[in-house]
């Protein structure tokens, strides 16, 4: 499934309670969408959100319908480190050496 790095941008510090994470899983679930981490900058008041989706679509109705802001989402192509760069496979295809 295809990998998304959504960035959302908050009014106010970010302070998401159990509750809050666990409606946001359901409606995911309920999308298609796997949230698998996010970072949240120094100031609470962005965040940067690694997602498993089959579009950038999907992620945008989970979004509104948990009533979070996506204002930027990328499509990723691979992981680059001090390894060097790996390649992730297309949607539906096989790894890229």
Avoid at 6 to 26: G, P, V
Avoid at 49 to 75: F, M, V, W
């Amino acid at each position: 499934m295809p990998l998304f790095m959504i960035e959302r941008n908050f009014a106010e510090s970010l302070n998401a309670s159990a509750a809050d994470i666990k409606a946001i899983t359901e409606i995911n679930n309920q999308t298609g969408v796997r949230w698998l981490q996010s970072f949240l900058s120094a100031d609470k008041r962005r965040t940067y959100c690694l997602y498993e989706a089959k579009s950038g679509d999907a992620i945008k109705e989970a979004a509104r319908r948990a009533g979070l802001p996506a204002d930027i989402i990328i499509e990723l192509a691979g992981e680059l480190s001090s390894e060097g760069f790996k390649a992730w496979a297309p949607a539906g295809g096989s790894p890229v050496a």
